[in-house]
C-alpha cells in the first residue's frame, strides 16, 4: 500500500553546542559492560547490584564539576530505576573517528549517541541490537511518547535498532547574525534568504573589521551547515547521493554535479580566497566563541542558548529553508544500544527516565543545579548559569519534559510544534535505504567523500577541479552501485 506522506507535529530542536577538545567520561562509576574496568569508588555492595552503563555521546569538554554532576543523576536514577550511567563524551571535532574506533574494535558500551551518517552501517555490521519488540515489552510509556511515524523513520528492514530523540522530527535552518554588526553595518538581515544574498553583508563585515576578521568562521567537521537541506540522502549519509526533496519522481542522482550545488560551491571558494572564511577551516576541529554569523538547524527562541554558549550579548537569526521532513530529519539524533549489552532491558528503561522525568531530563541537559544551572518555575523554566557544560541536549530525548531556558519564550515549545505543523514532507518521507549487501562500496565510497568533504564544504579548494575528481574516485569505490540500488529499492518502496 502507499506510504503516507501525513505531517505529524513534533518537538524540534538543534542545539549546537560547541566546545573544545575531550574524550572523557565520569571517573565514578564503572563500566556494567566490561568486567576488566574498575574504580575504588565504586566498589560498594551498592554498586554490585545497580549496574552502571557506558553511554558514549557527543559533546565539548568535560568540565571540573562534570563527576559531580553525573554522581548527582546516578543518585537520582539508582532510587528511581536501579541504573546509573558512565557518560563518556567524545569532542565534536574527534566524535566520526572515536565512534568508528568503538564499533570496529568492539569496545564495550551499552547505550551509543549516533546519527543518519554512522546508524546504517553500525546497523549492518550488527553493532546495535534491534529493540523492535523490548521496547514496547519492557518501556511501553517510552514506545507510547514516541509517534509511530518517528519509530518508522529509524527502522532499517523493518526493524527498530536506536531510539530516537523525539524532538526535531522536521528541520528548519537559519542564518545567525550577531546583532552588533547587523547594527554596525545596518544588515537588512530579514531579506536575506539565500547564499547570494550573503554576499555583500558578509563582504561589507570583512572590509570594515579588517584583514584578520573571518565573518564566516568554519571548521572542518561541519563546513557550512546545511549545505545539502535541499536534497534527501535517503539515510544513507552519504550526502554525494540522493534525490532532490521536491522530486516527485524521485530519481537517484550524484547531487555534487547538480547546478545549484556547484553554483554555491563556487560562492565558498570566492569567499574563502576573499578571506570571508577563515584559512584553516579545512583542520579547524572546534570553533572558536563569539562567531560573528554561523549557519544552524533550529527553532524559535534557540538564539538564548547559542548567546550563552557563544559568549554574544545577541544573536539575531532569520530562517532560510524549511521546515522539512525527512527520513534523516528523524535520524539526525539516535541512541542505540549495544548488541552485546548485558544490559539491554536496563539501557530501555533508562532512557525511558530521560524522555518522561523532567528532573532528570534537565540535570543531562543543564548541568549541576546551582552551578550550571538554577530553577526559576520548578522543573519548566530555568536559568543557565556557565556555558561549560559539554553534553548536547539534542542527542539526549524529548524535549516534551525539558525545561525552556530563561529569555526564551515561554511558548517556545508550543512554536515549534506550529512549525513542525508547517513542514512539507520530502518525497522520500518513510524511505531508508538498506545497505546491508553494500557494505563495502558504502564504505568505500564515505572514504572518498571523507577524504575530500572538509576542503570542499570549506570553500578551500576550487569545486570545478575538485568535483570532477570526487565524483570519479567516488565512481570506482562503487557510486554507481549504490545509486542503481538505491533507485531499485525507491521504486519498490513507494510502488507498495
Known amino acids: 500500500m502507499k506510504r503516507s506522506l501525513k505531517l505529524i507535529s513534533t518537538m524540534c530542536m538543534a542545539t549546537l553546542l560547541m566546545s573544545g577538545l575531550a574524550a572523557c567520561g565520569s571517573k565514578s562509576d564503572t563500566s556494567a559492560t566490561d568486567p576488566k574496568a574498575s574504580d575504588s569508588s ?98 511501553p510509556d517510552l514506545y507510547k511518547l514516541i509517534p509511530e511515524k518517528v519509530w518508522d523513520g529509524t527502522k532499517i528492514g523493518g526493524k527498530i535498532y536506536s531510539v530516537p530523540t523525539y524532538k526535531d522530527s522536521s528541520l528548519t535552518q537559519y542564518w545567525v547574525f550577531d546583532h552588533k554588526y547587523v547594527e554596525k553595518y545596518g544588515l537588512d538581515v530579514n531579506n536575506i534568504k539565500t547564499l547570494k544574498d550573503l554576499d555583500k553583508p558578509l563582504h561589507d563585515m570583512k572590509a570594515g573589521e579588517g584583514k584578520s576578521f573571518y565573518p564566516l568562521p568554519m571548521t572542518q567537521g561541519e563546513g557550512l551547515n546545511g549545505f545539502f537541506n535541499g536534497y534527501d540522502d535517503m539515510a544513507l549519509g552519504l550526502p554525494p547521493i540522493g534525490v532532490k526533496a521536491d522530486d516527485a519522481s ?116 543543564f548541568g549541576e543545579e546551582g552551578v550550571d544551572y538554577k530553577k526559576i518555575d520548578g522543573e519548566k523554566v530555568v536559568e543557565r548559569t556557565t556555558d561549560t557544560w559539554p553534553l548536547a541536549a539534542y542527542t539526549q530525548g524529548t524535549f516534551f519534559d525539558m525545561a525552556t531556558t530563561k529569555g526564551a519564550p515561554e511558548d517556545q515549545w508550543q512554536q515549534v510544534e506550529k512549525l513542525n505543523g508547517q513542514a512539507f514532507a520530502s518525497s522520500l518521507l518513510g524511505f531508508s535505504m538498506d545497505t546491508t549487501n553494500l557494505t563495502t562500496e558504502v564504505a568505500n565510497t564515505k572514504a572518498v567523500w571523507d577524504k575530500y568533504r572538509y576542503e570542499l564544504l570549506t570553500g578551500a579548494s576550487d569545486p570545478e577541479k575538485m568535483v570532477p575528481k570526487i565524483v570519479s574516485e567516488m565512481k570506482s569505490a562503487g557510486m554507481d552501485a549504490i545509486m542503481k540500488a538505491a533507485q531499485e529499492q525507491i521504486d519498490t518502496f513507494f510502488s507498495k
Do not use: C
Request: hydrophobic content about 35%; overall charge negative; proline content about 6%.
Open 42 to 139: 565504586s566498589t560498594s555492595s551498592t554498586s554490585k547490584d545497580v549496574p552502571t552503563l557506558v553511554w558514549w555521546t557527543i559533546g565539548g569538554q568535560v568540565p571540573n564539576n562534570f563527576d559531580k554532576a553525573v554522581a548527582a543523576m546516578n543518585e537520582y536514577t539508582a532510587e528511581k530505576i536501579g541504573v546509573k550511567v558512565d557518560i563518556k563524551v567524545a569532542s565534536w571535532g574527534e566524535w566520526d573517528t572515536k565512534i568508528n574506533t568503538i564499533v570496529n574494535t568492539g569496545e564495550p558500551f551499552d547505550i551509543l549517541f549516533t546519527n543518519g551518517s554512522k546508524y546504517s552501517q553500525q546497523v549492518s555490521m550488527g553493532a546495535l541490537a534491534d529493540i523492535s519488540d523490548l521496547v514496547q515489552s519492557e518501556t
Open 250 to 365: 524521485r530519481k537517484v542522482i550524484s547531487v555534487l554535479e547538480q547546478p545549484d550545488v556547484m553554483d554555491h560551491l563556487k560562492t565558498l571558494h570566492q569567499w574563502y580566497k576573499d578571506g570571508i572564511i577563515n584559512p584553516d577551516a579545512p583542520t579547524k576541529p572546534e570553533p572558536d566563541k563569539g562567531r560573528p554569523f554561523f549557519s544552524a538547524q533550529g527553532f524559535p527562541g534557540a538564539e538564548v542558548s547559542w548567546q550563552i554558549n557563544e559568549g554574544v550579548d545577541k544573536y539575531d537569526m532569520v530562517q532560510n529553508y524549511g521546515p522539512i521532513y525527512t527520513t534523516s530529519t528523524i535520524q539526525g539524533s539516535l541512541n542505540g544500544i549495544s548488541a552485546n549489552s548485558k544490559y539491554k532491558k536496563e539501557a530501555l528503561k533508562y532512557l525511558e527516565l530521560v524522555n518522561t522525568d523532567p528532573k532528570l531530563r534537565n540535570m543531562l541537559a
